[in-house]
């Protein structure tokens, strides 16, 4: 692990997933994931997440799901934010994953942070008092 963390440049996100495939360890991957001196992570969370369950090794990624929700939605939220490879449709499907896995909690947490992070809201089908239209008739 210090020889990636001092060589990680040289590294790209084909290497570290070969990696993953090579040395299956949660501990590895919490690693990778991590910012390391207030820079970015090594490996997007989500690809990591994506990648695992893609190659037939879900109990891995479910060993990562249950140390990441650990950490609570602030934890998740960092990781989210400093991910700059995943994008909005790999999120939701990280979500997806999630639920299909009984983490129900997380992905809500990961599509909550989704909305806040996109400036967008929820309207209830049942509040009858907002009017969509109401801002272009003033």
Known sequence: MEYIQQFVKDFTSDDLLQLLMS???VEL???LIKELNEKQPSLSFGLAILH???VDMKKIGIKLLQEINK???DAVES???NDSFCSIEM???VASICLQNGFDKLSNDIMSILRSQAA???ISEEDDAV???EHVFW
């Open 79 to 81: 990781l989210m934010i």
């Open 23 to 25: 040395c299956p360890q």
């Open 91 to 93: 999120w939701q499907e």
């Open 52 to 54: 695992l369950f893609s």
């Open 120 to 122: 967008v809201t929820e």
């Open 131 to 133: 009017n969509l239209m």
């Open 29 to 31: 991957i919490q690693c």
């Open 71 to 73: 950490g609570g939605k």
